[in-house]
């Protein structure tokens, strides 16, 4: 009796790491679909915040993109940036991978 149950307790545990590896691997290629629909692109421009929403404004085109990770850009409200983000235009949003302060423009006096 105690095999019978050694083996349906293996049994179980095999069955169970196999569902966990399964949902780990469709979960990763979930990501790299994601990433691959958003190329990563530089992008200059001013971050604005209006509450708790945090916006970037490209130089470009003044297009105003939805930051899905507003921490990244908290301590940059009202600055100059240059940042390294994920785009997706279908949704209007930027994931923020990088962030660098752009230089302040000489002013001629």
């Known amino acids: 009796m ?3 149950w050694m083996v ?7 069955i ?6 399964q949902e780990t691997k469709s979960c990763d290629m ?6 691959a629909s958003a190329p990563l692109k530089t992008l200059k421009g001013t971050v604005k915040q209006d509450g708790d929403k945090v916006s970037f404004v490209n130089d470009a085109d003044q297009k105003s993109w939805d930051v899905m990770n507003p921490e990244t850009l908290k301590d940059h409200v009202g600055h100059h940036v240059q940042v390294s983000a994920h785009v997706y235009a279908d949704k209007g949003q930027i994931h923020v991978m990088s962030v660098k302060m752009m230089k302040a423009a000489k002013s001629s006096m």
Not at 16 to 21: E, K, R, Y
């Open 16 to 21: 169970s790491l196999a569902a966990v590896a």
């Open 2 to 4: 105690k095999k019978l």
């Open 8 to 14: 349906v307790l293996a049994v179980c545990v095999g």
């Open 30 to 35: 979930g990501k790299d679909k994601m990433a």
